[in-house]
């Protein structure tokens, strides 16, 4: 096992974290605050019905929560490498399924495509007025990710947190947190992610202005990055162990 030096945590997504100041706003969900904020049009509220059986754990999954933080070995990217697009990092994965209490764990294999982009008005969403104005002075920024599975293992798992950045890690003053663009689906794990070499396709989208281009794709799940951890999740934070620098595709 090698010796890495501990980076300290980075700044979180403004994406993730919900409430924050931005300058515009563009958000489906609604963001409290001035004039620049985009607001969703108004829609029915639907009753889900309650769920009358427990999900089943997904193949591959254990019950037993984690006893030990994510480790590197020798062979993984080092935190806070700095790919070139088309290179290949090899990371270890773990996550938590809330709803079956179950962990899935491997190691997974990771090549982020170049950033292109595109008008932002070809984005599809329920926006109101101002969001879209908002997005037709903006452009929208994609790259296609492709995810191996390196273990050999079967993985049920949702999109790891990359983000789109500025030059030099900074984070765009335009958010999006719905909305399609076609031809960058963001998709979880197919159910034929079971074995050594199987391939997943998906996509990383953000939002920018013309003055401000994205040119950088950062990969921030642990032990790269902190960890996002669901209040349901029984196993230690770790907290102590990651946010030791995201891998960064430039």
Request: some cysteine.
């Amino acid at each position: 096992m090698s010796s890495f030096p501990r980076r300290p945590p980075p700044r979180m997504s403004r994406r993730r974290i919900g409430a924050v100041t931005l300058v515009p706003c563009l958000v489906l969900t609604g963001c409290a605050g001035s004039d620049d904020t985009a607001r969703p049009s108004s829609t029915p509220t639907v009753k889900m019905p309650a769920l009358t059986h427990t999900p089943s754990v997904p193949k591959g999954d254990t019950t037993i929560p984690p006893t030990q933080p994510l480790r590197l070995t020798n062979k993984m990217t080092r935190p806070g490498a700095r790919l070139r697009f088309g290179q290949k990092a090899i990371v270890p994965i773990r996550e938590h399924h809330p709803l079956p209490k179950s962990y899935t764990e491997g190691v997974l294999g990771i090549v982020v495509q170049r950033i292109r982009q595109t008008r932002a008005s070809k984005i599809k969403g329920n926006f109101d007025s101002h969001g879209t104005a908002v997005l037709k002075r903006s452009i929208a920024y994609y790259a296609e990710i492709v995810i191996t599975n390196e273990s050999g293992n079967a993985m049920s798992l949702s999109v790891p947190r990359f983000e789109a950045r500025r030059s030099g890690g900074e984070i765009s003053t335009v958010i999006i947190t719905g909305g399609e663009l076609p031809g960058c689906s963001e998709s979880p794990s197919p159910d034929s992610f079971d074995h050594k070499g199987a391939r997943w396709v998906t996509c990383e989208l953000a939002v920018s202005t013309p003055s401000e281009p994205l040119q950088e794709i950062h990969y921030m799940a642990p032990p790269y990055g902190v960890n996002a951890q669901h209040p349901s999740d029984r196993a230690p934070s770790f907290k102590q162990h990651y946010g030791r620098g995201e891998i960064v595709w430039h």
